[in-house]
């Protein structure tokens, strides 16, 4: 049965990555050549360099979501491989949506590999989704109770409406905290067929810590490429970016796609965006996607290959 399921993980994360290829195929469509060339020539390449800088951040410090998960769920493996898992099911996932299922389903077939049972595996997929709400909780907290004017306006709510939903936003992440310090044995939530328990106050810190660095390196990619077309702060970016992947992750839209796009064009209503927001799914969806296929075909390939070899060896 175990090797049925490892084909079937197999098979699963092969149609994903097809799946993420036929999103970018659709999108790509929209648009000719000759505007996504004309679009990003007007962006300087300092600012492609800046923003690649955050992207290969980003990216780093979701590694480490996993590398938090792997040790939670009490596993042992290698950095590297943990780094490998991470980055294949992140740049898969994005691009195609729903990520608990689309990244598990990645995450499933290596770290299975890897000696984790699927307890194990779940309990990976579970601590990084947590992750990414703290994160998402924190900056979000930040945006609102400091850029009150611009989530006001974009959320259509009162000045006490958005304190108290950034109060609230802040309200998880130290809530969480405490109780990581405090709460002690395991838990069961209906229908998770796992019982689980709540992360050590160090692992606890860490999410908290990493989730918000990795929203404030990808809004840092955003800033740089919007900043080709009009004088923006940071802090609106970064506003305007949560609440538009928050909005993603509820719709569940691969990518965010149209989603984000709406919330940055109401930040600059009258400002071309066409050019930097081409190039900030380039550079922070598309790139890592075209990388995370070629590695996911490097390691199906490497399967294949060393079981051949060590059935023709003497």
Same mark, same amino acid.
């Given at each position: 049965?175990?090797?049925?399921?490892?084909?079937?993980?197999?098979?699963?994360?092969?149609?994903?990555?097809?799946?993420?290829?036929?999103?970018?195929?659709?999108?790509?469509?929209?648009?000719?050549?000759?505007?996504?060339?004309?679009? !990003?020539?007007?962006?300087?390449?300092?600012?492609?360099?800046?923003?690649?800088?955050?992207?290969?951040?980003?990216?780093?410090?979701?590694?480490?979501?996993?590398?938090?998960?792997?040790?939670?769920?009490?596993?042992?493996?290698?950095?590297?491989?943990?780094?490998?898992?991470?980055?294949?099911?992140?740049?898969?996932?994005?691009?195609?949506?729903?990520?608990?299922?689309?990244?598990?389903?990645?995450?499933?077939?290596?770290?299975?590999?890897?000696?984790?049972?699927?307890?194990?595996?779940?309990? *990976?997929?579970?601590?990084?989704?947590?992750?990414?709400?703290?994160?998402?909780?924190?900056?979000?907290?930040?945006?609102?109770?400091?850029?009150?004017?611009?989530?006001?306006?974009?959320?259509?709510?009162?000045?006490?409406?958005?304190?108290?939903?950034?109060?609230?936003?802040?309200?998880?992440? =130290?809530?969480?905290?405490?109780?990581? =310090?405090?709460?002690?044995?395991?838990?069961?939530?209906?229908?998770?067929?796992?019982?689980?328990?709540?992360?050590?106050?160090?692992?606890?810190?860490?999410?908290?810590?990493?989730?918000?660095?990795?929203?404030? !390196?990808?809004?840092?990619?955003?800033?740089? *490429?919007?900043?080709?077309?009009?004088?923006?702060?940071?802090?609106?970016?970064?506003?305007?970016?949560?609440?538009?992947?928050?909005?993603?992750?509820?719709?569940?839209?691969?990518?965010? !796609?149209?989603?984000?796009?709406?919330?940055?064009?109401? !930040?600059?209503?009258?400002?071309?965006?066409?050019?930097?927001?081409?190039?900030?799914?380039?550079?922070?969806?598309?790139?890592?996607?075209?990388?995370?296929?070629?590695?996911?075909?490097?390691?199906?390939?490497?399967?294949?290959?060393?079981?051949?070899?060590?059935?023709?060896?003497?």
């Amino acid at each position: 049965m175990r090797v049925n399921w490892r084909r079937w993980s197999t098979i699963a994360t092969c149609l994903l990555a097809l799946v993420a290829l036929g999103i970018v195929a659709l999108v790509l469509r929209q648009f000719t050549w000759a505007q996504i060339a004309s679009s !990003l020539a007007g962006i300087r390449p300092w600012r492609f360099a800046a923003a690649g800088l955050c992207t290969a951040a980003s990216y780093a410090v979701l590694t480490g979501f996993d590398w938090l998960g792997v040790a939670y769920a009490g596993g042992s493996v290698p950095y590297r491989r943990v780094a490998l898992a991470s980055f294949l099911s992140v740049s898969i996932g994005h691009t195609v949506g729903f990520a608990p299922l689309s990244s598990g389903a990645i995450r499933y077939r290596y770290y299975a590999e890897n000696g984790l049972d699927p307890g194990q595996i779940g309990v *990976v997929v579970v601590l990084s989704a947590v992750t990414v709400a703290l994160g998402e909780a924190s900056l979000g907290g930040l945006a609102l109770l400091t850029q009150p004017g611009l989530t006001g306006k974009l959320l259509h709510l009162s000045a006490p409406t958005i304190l108290a939903a950034g109060i609230g936003c802040l309200a998880a992440p =130290a809530a969480y905290l405490t109780l990581a =310090a405090t709460v002690r044995g395991s838990f069961k939530i209906h229908p998770w067929p796992f019982r689980l328990r709540l992360p050590t106050p160090g692992i606890a810190a860490a999410q908290i810590g990493l989730g918000l660095l990795n929203y404030i !390196l990808v809004a840092g990619a955003l800033y740089f *490429v919007l900043g080709a077309a009009a004088p923006i702060d940071y802090q609106s970016v970064a506003a305007a970016y949560v609440l538009g992947n928050l909005a993603a992750l509820i719709t569940h839209v691969p990518g965010g !796609l149209g989603v984000l796009e709406a919330v940055i064009v109401s !930040l600059l209503p009258d400002v071309n965006l066409i050019g930097p927001l081409i190039a900030f799914r380039i550079i922070y969806y598309l790139l890592p996607l075209a990388l995370g296929c070629l590695l996911l075909a490097g390691t199906e390939v490497k399967q294949r290959v060393r079981p051949a070899r060590n059935h023709l060896a003497p």
